[in-house]
């Protein structure tokens, strides 16, 4: 039976509550294996890539699993009961990869190659660095589906794939660092200025891009 608890938010540690559910803990497991799929196959083509070019078209690659306090705030701020098809039906980031590229079109050619293969199948694609975010923001978001294969059965599992080159990710980590949960007094001035330093690294991206198409 699903899990569903009506009270789990009046509890004093709800996502100590969440974390013990047996069927919470299996389903994370499940999310685990999903994301080792993905990191194998990114890992695959960045050896394959290796080989054929001398070169490694993917810097880093990063996973994450949601905690149970940030999957409650979620349900939580979506309006969603506590269940398992809330978090399978209702969350797509729960699994989380983060793609490190040294340059934007690694990228396009890497996400491109994942997303080809036929046992990947594409939810949702937001490219944030072709029409970046306002405060300047970039990257290329996919959710995907991909089936894990269990003891007894084959299950079709959500993942979140963030793909970014190095400058993108050092401006995303930054602009979090400095603006994550801060009361700024000046912040229309610090957001002009995120934006700008953002601008200018976009144009780094691309001039490195440049410089080693002419190398090569």
């Not at 990869?97 to 594409?122: E, G, H, K, M, W």
């Not at 700024?184 to 490195?208: F, P, Q, R």
Request: aromatic share 6%.
């Amino acid at each position: 039976m699903p899990f569903l608890f009506e009270d789990i938010k009046s509890s004093e540690h709800p996502e100590v509550i969440l974390a013990n559910v047996p069927q919470f803990k299996e389903l994370m497991m499940q999310y685990e294996c999903a994301i080792m799929e993905v990191n194998t196959k990114l890992h695959v083509l960045n050896n394959e890539f290796s080989h054929m070019y001398q070169r490694n078209p993917i810097e880093n690659i990063e996973t994450r699993i949601k905690t149970p306090a940030s999957i409650l705030e979620k349900l939580s701020r979506r309006n969603l009961p506590i269940c398992v098809e809330s978090l399978e039906n209702g969350l797509t980031d729960i699994a989380g990869i983060r793609v490190i590229c040294p340059f934007p079109d690694d990228i396009y050619n890497v996400a491109d190659l994942l997303t080809s293969q036929d046992d990947v199948t594409v939810i949702a694609r937001k490219d944030y660095i072709k029409n970046p975010k306002p405060n300047g923001y970039r990257s290329l978001h996919l959710i995907i589906e991909i089936p894990i294969f269990l003891a007894s059965r084959k299950k079709n599992m959500k993942v979140e794939v963030q793909f970014r080159t190095i400058a993108m990710d050092f401006w995303a980590s930054l602009d979090h660092k400095l603006r994550y949960k801060q009361d700024l007094k000046n912040s229309e001035e610090i957001a002009a200025e995120l934006k700008e330093c953002a601008d200018i690294i976009a144009g780094v991206d691309l001039k490195m891009q440049n410089i080693r198409k002419k190398i090569q």
